[in-house]
């Protein structure tokens, strides 16, 4: 549709339009204020006004409209529908999102007496309790993957804990030792390339035994995977690559979930 571009700078719709867009609750909402534009169709505007006396009313009678944990979704959708894997925070993002939308949904509902129009709207906004529940059963709110996501997952975690326990029974050990106590720098066990290490005081190097994985800056501390423990971390560092696999089918099956057109409502 054509419209008088000098007739609308006159007006400063844009600056109007930006005031709007500077006084919504989410960049969705932003978007949408700077996209509007005038109509000469008399019912649409009417529309429009209706619309507007009608979230006075509610914001007039409650305050606020429940917009909160709403986020711009649209590029995950995007990623999921190529088949590309979501992050765990994305999948937070966007389970927010459509339990958003559900309880804007019936929060206008119930108001349907004082915002019919409104109301109506919000009955076309889809609903997907599997979805959300599937996220709810296998992410945390700070984005870890559970061990309740899938029981391969729980599996392997369980192998890892108890592999975990047999290697620091071993390091605890040789920490208590009144022999190799004098030789390390500190009475504690250390991650380096993701092997438990001791740092051991570099002249006792020999003495301790096992794979230097790395030293401090001064070069007087080693940290050494001792010989007792190599084959049990390599137990551990393939238990953990067996999880991390887990971790993205877990994350596959979400993405496929929220990509798939026939998800029920």
């Known amino acids: 549709m054509d419209f008088d571009e000098h007739s609308l700078r006159v007006l400063e719709f844009a600056q109007i339009s930006e005031k709007l867009a500077e006084r919504t609750a989410c960049s969705l909402g932003a978007e949408r204020a700077r996209e509007l534009l005038p109509t000469p169709l008399f019912a649409f505007v009417t529309e429009r006004?209706?619309?507007?006396?009608?979230?006075?009313?509610?914001l007039d009678d409650h305050g606020s409209f429940p917009l909160g944990g709403i986020h711009d979704i649209r590029p995950y959708l995007v990623r999921a529908g190529i088949g590309q894997n979501l992050t765990p925070h994305e999948?937070?993002?966007?389970?927010?999102?459509?339990?958003?939308?559900?309880?804007?949904?019936?929060?206008?509902?119930?108001?349907?007496?004082?915002?019919?129009?409104?109301?109506?709207?919000?009955?076309?906004?889809?609903?997907?309790?599997?979805?959300?529940?599937?996220?709810e059963m296998s992410l945390s709110r700070s984005g870890d993957v559970l061990d309740s996501a899938s029981p391969a997952l729980a599996s392997v975690r369980s192998q890892i804990r108890i592999q975990l326990k047999r290697i620091d029974e071993k390091l605890t050990a040789i920490l208590s030792s009144?022999?190799?106590?004098?030789?390390?720098?500190?009475?504690?066990?250390?991650?380096?390339?993701?092997?438990?290490?001791?740092?051991?005081?570099?002249?006792?190097?020999?003495?301790?035994?096992?794979?230097?994985?790395?030293?401090?800056?001064?070069?007087?501390?080693?940290?050494?995977?001792?010989?007792?423990?190599v084959q049990a971390n390599n137990e551990l560092r393939q238990l953990e690559s067996v999880e991390a696999r887990e971790i993205e089918k877990v994350l596959a099956r979400l993405t496929a979930h929220l990509a798939r057109n026939d998800t029920k409502v």
């Open 178 to 229: 009144s022999t190799t106590r004098g030789m390390l720098m500190e009475t504690t066990v250390v991650l380096r390339d993701g092997r438990r290490c001791l740092p051991v005081k570099a002249e006792f190097k020999r003495a301790i035994g096992g794979i230097v994985h790395d030293q401090s800056s001064s070069g007087q501390t080693l940290f050494i995977e001792p010989t007792v423990v």
């Open 49 to 58: 006004q209706q619309e507007t006396a009608e979230a006075v009313r509610i």
């Open 91 to 135: 999948l937070l993002d966007t389970a927010s999102t459509l339990d958003g939308c559900v309880r804007l949904k019936n929060f206008l509902v119930r108001h349907t007496e004082k915002a019919p129009l409104l109301a109506d709207r919000a009955k076309a906004i889809s609903e997907f309790p599997q979805f959300l529940s599937d996220v």
